[in-house]
Every structure is written in structure tokens, then in C-alpha cells.
């Protein structure tokens, strides 16, 4: 087996496992209300966090940007800029839509459009999807899609199981199929993320290639642009919230300290997240946007519910809905098995 493909999935499955346990940490906040912990998390995710790494790793950075927007014009910059924008509306839209629908429906069309977008796009872009790998990709990328599906359709018949009537778990019509609408939105945004790490790949190539910065770092000068975007739509979102409903005097509660460690390991560990999908799909080569981003979405999706499993979250569900998570996961995993042969076949 190519190595590429052993580093790249390794460092997939590590972005997965963060991404599956970040949000551990929020269990232990006291006394914040949603924009004090997630403006933190916003705020140390995609400012704090990235720019120590690059002040501390990056060669070159600014060099890098100004070069680009002098060969390339401003729009080399400003479409990863806006793309990461439209990642966080699909961050803020994620938390609305499963609100207002459930977590399981809400989660199986936001993660199922995010995978199916974001990898689909950038392997269009390539020109491969009529070759033998390319029609491998595409058909491992719809099992994962559709392993997504079956696994969401799991979670509503678990909670249907779990609770006493259907009124208890349906929405209102209309409430319904607003919560829909909002999370058709959600999965659009959230592929943002993804489009813009494959349309803003010059930028990466010429902080390795010009300024000496090895694969692994060098992914910090697009990702960086790629953050600013993101926390201009979820971090100005916070702290509209923080003004209007007058929760900074949160910040000086008696949990302060404990609260900042707790959401400031929570966005260390998300950042990982951002960074190993980086590096794992730069491994994977041309098609690692493609490849990598449904690999990771298919993992993120298994581990989520392995944890469920771990967690007693399946302990009362009714064995139909066993058997549907069962079939899930299978088509998750095959799906991953078939994008790695598509790579493989694509070398």
C-alpha cells in the first residue's frame, strides 16, 4: 500500500478523533451563556491559536500573502477568505438547524450535503470524473453519503424508541420544514471550509516551495486567511450576542479561570482537527480534498456514534434502530475502503 495513503488516512482519523472530543470540555464551563463559551472558542480557534502556531512555525508568512496578491490579484486571498466566511455561517446555522429539527435528522442532511459538496467540487474542478478512478471516488463518496443517511435515519428511530409519544420528538409542520431549510443551508456553508482549502492550494504550495516551509506548516498560511473569514460571520455573531443580551459581565464570574482553560482546550483541539485534515489531505495528493474530506466526514460520522455507544446514548434503543446504525457504520467503513482503491487507482 502507497504510504501517502497510510499518512494521509492517519492523519484524517487523528482530525476525526479530535473533532469527535473536543466538545467534552464544554461539560465542565459554569455560568457562561452560548456567546461567552463560543465566542471564546471562536476567538481562540480561529485567531489566537493559528497565528501563535504560525509566529512561532510559519516562514514567511505575510511575504507569502503579498506575493500572491501581486501575482494572482486580491481574489487569491479574498475567495479562501470568503469561503471560510461561508464555513462560519455554516458553523452558527449547524447549532439553529438541529435545534429546531433534532440532532439526528438535523446531523445526517448537514453532514451528508457537507460531505457530498465538498468533496464532490473540488474533484469535478480536477477533470477526473470520467476516469476509472475518478468514477471510483465518486461512487465511494455517495456510499459515505449514504452511509450518513442510513446512520441519521437511525438517530430518529433511537429517539422514537426512547421517548414516550411522537409528539415528543416531532417538531411542528412548520417549524419542521424551516429546520430543514436552515440545515440544507448549514451542509451548503460547512463544504465551505473544504472549497476553500482546495481553491486557495497556491497559497500553501508557495509558502513550502518559496519560503521553505515543510508540507505540515506551510498549510498554516491558507489556513489562516481561511479562519479570518470564518470569524468575521461566527465571531461578530458572538459578540452581537454579548452586547445585546449583556452577558459580558459572564467574563467575571467566579469560574473564569476554569471556564477559559475548558474552552481554550476545546478550540486547541479543534484547530488539531483543522490542521490534521490539512495535512492528511495534502498527503493524499491532487485528489485530497476529495478523498480526504469524505474520509473524514465518514469517520467523524463512525465515531460519533461508537461514542454513543461508550456513553449508554444507544443503551434503550429499540434493535430496528440497532440494526440501521449497524448498516450505517458498514456503509460508512465501506465507503472509506473504496476511496482509499480510488486513490490508489488514481496514484
Request: glycine letters at 12%; proline letters at 3%; one cysteine or more.
Amino acid at each position: 500500500m502507497d504510504s501517502s495513503l497510510v499518512y494521509g488516512f492517519g492523519f484524517i482519523l487523528l482530525a476525526a478523533i479530535c473533532n469527535g472530543t473536543f466538545a467534552l470540555f464544554h461539560k465542565f464551563v459554569r455560568e457562561f451563556a452560548w456567546e461567552n463559551t463560543w465566542g471564546c472558542f471562536f476567538f481562540f480557534t480561529m485567531l489566537l491559536i493559528p497565528a501563535a502556531f504560525a509566529a512561532v512555525l510559519l516562514e514567511g508568512a505575510f511575504a507569502c500573502w503579498s506575493e500572491i496578491w501581486n501575482a494572482s490579484g486580491p481574489s487569491a486571498l479574498l475567495i479562501p477568505m470568503a469561503f471560510g466566511f461561508l464555513w462560519g455561517c455554516g458553523s452558527l446555522s449547524f447549532g439553529i438547524g438541529v435545534s429546531m429539527i433534532g440532532i439526528s435528522l438535523g446531523y445526517a442532511i448537514i453532514m451528508g450535503l457537507a460531505s457530498f459538496l465538498g468533496s464532490l467540487i473540488p474533484l469535478l474542478r480536477l477533470g477526473v470524473g470520467d476516469t476509472t478512478a475518478g468514477t471510483v471516488i465518486i461512487a465511494g463518496i455517495l456510499v459515505c453519503v449514504a452511509g450518513v443517511a442510513v446512520a441519521g435515519y437511525a438517530g430518529i428511530l433511537r429517539e422514537r424508541s426512547q421517548s414516550k409519544t411522537d409528539a415528543e420528538i416531532e417538531a411542528p409542520q412548520r417549524q419542521m420544514a424551516k429546520g430543514i431549510f436552515v440545515c440544507i443551508l448549514a451542509g451548503t456553508f460547512s463544504s465551505g471550509f473544504n472549497l476553500a482549502f482546495d481553491l486557495g492550494a497556491p497559497i500553501q504550495q508557495l509558502s513550502g516551495e518559496k519560503f521553505g516551509n515543510p508540507p505540515w506548516i506551510s498549510q498554516l498560511a491558507l489556513l489562516l486567511p481561511i479562519f479570518c473569514g470564518g470569524f468575521v460571520a461566527a465571531g461578530s455573531f458572538a459578540m452581537f450576542k454579548l452586547l445585546n443580551n449583556g452577558t459580558w459581565k459572564n467574563f467575571t464570574n467566579a469560574h473564569i479561570g476554569r471556564n477559559l482553560t475548558m474552552t481554550f482546550l476545546m478550540s486547541l483541539l479543534h484547530f488539531l482537527t483543522l490542521l490534521f485534515y490539512a495535512i492528511g489531505a495534502e498527503h493524499l495528493g491532487k485528489v485530497g480534498p476529495s478523498v480526504g474530506w469524505a474520509v473524514f466526514m465518514a469517520m467523524a460520522v463512525i465515531l460519533a456514534n461508537v461514542l454513543g455507544f461508550v456513553t449508554a446514548e444507544w443503551k434503550d434503543a429499540s434493535s430496528t434502530s440497532r440494526r440501521w446504525i449497524f448498516g450505517g457504520l458498514t456503509l460508512l467503513v465501506l465507503g472509506i475502503v473504496v476511496l482509499a482503491i480510488g486513490k490508489e487507482l488514481q496514484g
